[in-house]
């Protein structure tokens, strides 16, 4: 795993932008894999920025995103693919029926689930996929367990998960308690991934991510086995400092 140390969050989200827009100009018609959370908005800001310039053109990129919490409707300012629409899609040239979030309404998650991996293996794979980190080591929603899933799932939320997430809710209690999520499999499929830290919040994780081993009590760690995955954090997020 490739580490790039920033002095703070907007070099780390400049950083990201900067392989995104590689990524896409060298690949038009690129699968962008992408993530919600705090940590990526900034990039996002970067790339309708980059866009707005005219230095990148998404009109022919198709996106993929890791997850979306379930059950919840995607007009619930909660839901990723309110999140997603806000942040990157509605500022971007994106055409919007080339992006895709998992369905927190389907009727049938199992189904729902398999067509979200067949159409990502159909548009030929992910190129670039986009992650941040849980404080206990979770990437999209594939939580610490003894076992992880390959594909695209429904999953329960661990405890900590649900408190870190309560801070963009009114309550706790209304964090949703269940997400379906891309699996192991379909990250460690992508072509190349980046992984973003920031903030003493991740730095426990992000300590023992770099110094322990390969273990599903850290879901992250199987990225180490990945043969091109770049780790940009903050100079807070990273243990020498
Ligand atoms: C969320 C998302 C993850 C994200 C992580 C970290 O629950 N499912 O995809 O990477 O938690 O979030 P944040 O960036 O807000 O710290």
């Known amino acids: 795993m490739k580490i790039i140390v920033c002095e703070n969050y907007d070099e780390m989200s400049l950083k990201g932008a900067e392989i995104v827009k590689e990524q896409v100009n060298s690949k038009p018609d690129c699968i962008l894999g992408l993530a919600t959370g705090s940590?990526?908005?900034?990039?996002?800001?970067?790339?309708?920025?980059?866009?707005?310039?005219?230095?990148?053109?998404?009109?022919?990129?198709?996106s993929f995103n890791l997850d979306e919490y379930y059950p919840i409707s995607p007009e619930n300012d909660q839901s990723y693919r309110y999140f997603m629409n806000e942040n990157l899609f509605s500022k971007i040239n994106i055409d919007i029926?080339?992006?895709?979030?998992?369905?927190?309404?389907?009727?049938?998650?199992?189904?729902?689930?398999?067509e979200y991996d067949e159409s990502i293996l159909a548009a030929g794979g992910i190129d670039l996929?986009?992650?941040?980190?849980?404080?206990?080591?979770?990437?999209?929603?594939?939580?610490?367990?003894?076992?992880?899933?390959?594909?695209?799932?429904?999953?329960?939320?661990?405890?900590?998960?649900?408190k870190a997430n309560s801070r963009f809710f009114e309550?706790?209690?209304?964090?949703?308690?269940?997400?379906?999520?891309?699996g192991i499999g379909s990250i460690m499929r992508a072509k190349k991934i980046i992984i973003l830290a920031n903030g003493p919040a991740k730095l426990d994780i992000v300590?023992?991510?770099?110094?322990?081993?390969?273990?599903?009590?850290?879901?992250?760690s199987i990225l180490k086995v990945h043969p091109d995955v770049t780790m940009i954090c903050t100079r807070d997020a990273y243990p020498e400092n």
């Open 39 to 62: 940590t990526p908005v900034g990039l996002y800001a970067c790339l309708s920025e980059m866009n707005k310039k005219g230095d990148v053109d998404f009109s022919k990129v198709t």
């Open 97 to 114: 029926e080339k992006t895709h979030v998992p369905n927190g309404m389907a009727e049938d998650p199992e189904k729902a689930c398999k």
């Open 129 to 162: 996929q986009i992650l941040g980190i849980g404080q206990n080591g979770h990437i999209a929603f594939n939580e610490p367990d003894d076992e992880l899933y390959e594909g695209t799932h429904l999953t329960g939320l661990t405890e900590s998960t649900i």
């Open 171 to 182: 309550k706790e209690e209304d964090v949703p308690t269940k997400a379906v999520t891309m």
């Open 207 to 220: 300590t023992k991510l770099i110094n322990g081993g390969i273990t599903t009590n850290i879901p992250a």
